[in-house]
């Protein structure tokens, strides 16, 4: 690279003119990995803020919400823009942690390229891994920085081997690091440059490398350089090195930054961000390999109507075209949304047509969902700072825009489109939640509300069958972020319940009862009797109603008020509270009387009959079973296969997935997955996945049946 440093002005707005002179750089790595203490660094070599803010004491720009400071560790997308030279950098600072990949997901959607942050320290992680592999499917340039380099156990040649090992023989450095292997980093070897950039004294010096900086240097240099003619396309390139030739470093480096730009070179940039080194070099890879937004493929795009929407290029006279890649609330301005703009300007007070995916699938896909935009600010962290309007390619904040949601896009009005939106995990940890007193429960709903506009790996469920409020999460840590936030932002406190799995009854034998109604007060009495016999049918028969009644025994008119008490007492079921199905009844005699008999009197005969005939029918209860995939390393099949069996589950088979991944298939009880989201991720180290689709209900083993039979009866 250019191996120069520059700085904006302190207190500036970054602010952009033209797509080509904005970068929107995502940085991803594992918690802890220090993607937080670099962005506070760079925002400070830049002159974007006085000093640099840290993560232990809370005062970062990108960790501000309260949570961020009481953990010590990101669980929102943050964006913190800088000027380097000409050029805007919104740096995209995401959650480390698996249980927040909603935000990491949307932070890759706004960006153009990533950083992967890899910890000296700690080496690649599963979860990073498993990124970089989504961003090579997806074509994404890349970056690896190495920090924490003066951490004691910081040893960049480790870090790089685990790197090379991890994302592939295309990953080489740039610089290499020098210090006293004791924490201390004193500067930098530039490989193409061949000179030492010496920060020991507090600033940039730039000199010759000494003799045994030489030879260090000259054991990556050569490997370095074939990578780049490799990737060239010059294909007479590689003769004329081979040939003894000395390339010229200028050839060398605009050969390198295509490189990076297609995204098939990967340079590896050491940093002590603590201590300044590696800061400049960082910036001249970001600013001068990374692509613009007018470099960077557009998202899919259709109209509103699902029709071709035509060429779209990164132009800010063109038609716009905007995502909501985040929404956030704040206490005094309301919801925030965070825009991505790909075509077009987005001005204060235009009105634009607000789409999604959502909204198409309610039926909501007229022109009524326009909406008129108010203030355009650039985001700090949670500062908001306000601007004229916003550019193809950069990113700006919204305030109020009460219609849209995560992932909507915002188009002219005239020409309403629609993106294709970014793809997400489904939430697949439940937990049930009641609130903990009547204020809490009339707030609750509105709470809820925002928060699902705000997130979208959230999913809200009101089971109507088991009288439940389920929260779809991502796993433990989200759950917990997210009861935090009903109690410190929307003051709505909850508690966490037993979650019900929604059970059925059915019967084991044929049997027959009698339903008895007689009651006589000196008035309207009530009378009916009816006998019935009940038998078991194959899973999924559903209820069946025959009618063998002769002579007239039970008049016509009440036979359908049997059937309808029949059916209520099936809905509360016999033994567990659970709704019967997959029985046959037949009503085959009864009595009437011509005065007491009525349309109720024989709805609570009906009843009566189905639960005496229950009592002699062996009622027995069902259970939901899942198909279930679990996608795995290989390295864990064997824990995982073991689990599964430990769970009542059923094997069915393994598949090999290409990049050392084993697709496990299996049928489980739902009881059996309640906490797999938590359990999965523990066992393969947080790289593990799997989704659910419901089979069919088989009987639940008599030893479970009998204590969920004690507990409604106890309940």
């Known amino acids: 690279m250019a191996e120069k440093a520059t700085s904006g002005a302190a207190g500036r707005v970054p602010s952009a003119g033209q797509p080509e002179s904005v970068r929107n750089v995502v940085l991803v790595g594992h918690s802890g990995a220090g993607k937080t203490t670099l962005v506070e660094a760079l925002l400070t070599a830049t002159g974007t803020i006085p000093r640099a803010g840290r993560v232990e004491d809370g005062s970062t720009v990108s960790d501000f919400d309260e949570v961020e400071i009481r953990q010590q560790r990101s669980v929102n997308l943050t964006v913190a823009p800088l000027m380097h030279g000409d050029t805007k950098v919104n740096l995209l600072d995401t959650p480390g942690y698996a249980d927040f990949i909603g935000d990491l997901r949307a932070g890759l959607r706004a960006a153009d390229a990533a950083l992967f942050t890899v910890s000296a320290a700690d080496g690649v992680d599963g979860l990073t891994a498993m990124l970089w592999d989504e961003c090579a499917g997806a074509g994404t340039p890349r970056a690896v920085v190495i920090t924490k380099l003066d951490h004691h156990r910081g040893d960049f040649d480790e870090a790089l081997a685990t790197c090379r090992a991890s994302f592939g023989d295309s990953v080489a450095p740039l610089y290499l690091p020098v210090g006293d292997g004791q924490g201390t980093v004193s500067g930098l070897i530039g490989l193409l440059s061949e000179r030492y950039f010496d920060y020991s004294g507090g600033t940039r010096a730039e000199r010759d490398p000494d003799p045994a900086q030489a030879d260090r240097m000259s054991t990556f240099r050569d490997s370095l350089i074939e990578a780049v003619i490799q990737e060239s396309e010059d294909e007479t390139l590689m003769d004329r090195y081979l040939s003894g030739e000395q390339i010229d470093q200028k050839v060398l480096i605009e050969d390198l930054e295509k490189a990076v730009a297609r995204g098939s070179f990967y340079p590896v940039i050491p940093v002590a961000a603590l201590h300044g080194v590696g800061l400049a070099e960082l910036l001249e890879v970001m600013t001068q390999a990374f692509p613009s937004p007018a470099e960077h493929p557009m998202p899919d795009v259709t109209t509103v109507d699902g029709k071709p929407a035509g060429n779209l290029s990164c132009d800010p006279d063109g038609p716009l075209l905007a995502e909501v890649v985040k929404t956030t609330s704040d206490p005094y301005v309301g919801r925030i949304s965070l825009v991505r703009v790909f075509s077009g300007t987005l001005r204060p007070d235009a009105t634009v047509h607000v789409s999604g995916h959502g909204r198409i699938a309610a039926g909501h896909a007229d022109h009524d969902e326009d909406e008129r935009i108010g203030a355009l600010t650039s985001p700090l962290g949670k500062n908001q700072r306000p601007i004229p309007a916003c550019v193809a390619g950069d990113i700006c904040a919204v305030a109020k825009l009460t219609g849209a949601e995560t992932g909507d896009t915002l188009s002219d009005k005239e020409r309403p489109l629609l993106m294709e939106p970014w793809a997400m995990p489904e939430p697949l940890l439940p937990v049930a939640i009641s609130a903990k007193s009547k204020a809490d429960e009339d707030k609750l709903s509105q709470a809820l509300a925002r928060l699902v506009a705000e997130d979208s790996t959230l999913r809200l469920e ?71 016999e009940v038998e078991p049918l194959p899973s999924g028969g559903g209820f069946e109603f025959v009618d063998k009644i002769v002579g007239g025994v039970v008049p016509r008119q009440f036979i359908p008020s049997v059937e309808k008490g029949l059916r209520s007492q099936m809905e509360q079921g016999v033994v567990a509270g659970y709704p019967m199905v997959d029985i046959r009844v037949t009503l085959y005699d009864g009595k009437a009387h011509s005065v007491d008999s009525s349309d109720m009197a024989f709805q609570k005969a009906g009843r009566a009959a189905l639960r005496d005939a229950a009592d002699k029918a062996q009622p027995q209860l069902l259970e939901p079973v899942d198909e279930v995939s679990v996608l795995i390393g290989d390295d864990y099949v064997g824990a995982v296969m073991s689990d599964l069996s430990s769970r009542r589950g059923r094997v069915l088979g393994t598949e090999p997935v290409p990049g050392g991944r084993t697709m496990v298939k299996a049928e489980i009880p739902e009881l059996e997955l309640v906490r797999y989201a938590i359990d999965l991720r523990s066992m393969s180290h947080g790289t593990g996945s799997f989704t659910r689709s419901y089979l069919r209900y088989e009987p639940l083993p008599s030893h479970l049946a009998e204590k969920v039979i004690a507990e409604s009866k106890n309940g």
């Open 462 to 532: 009101n089971n109507a069958e088991t009288h439940q409020l389920v929260l779809w999460c991502m796993g433990e840590a989200h759950s917990d972020l997210l009861l935090d936030r009903l109690a410190t932002r929307f003051g709505v406190e909850v508690e966490t319940v037993p979650l019900r799995v929604p059970l059925r009854e059915t019967l084991s034998g044929k049997a027959q009862g009698l339903g008895r109604n007689v009651k006589q007060t000196g008035g309207h009495g009530e009378f009916a009797i009816c006998h019935i």
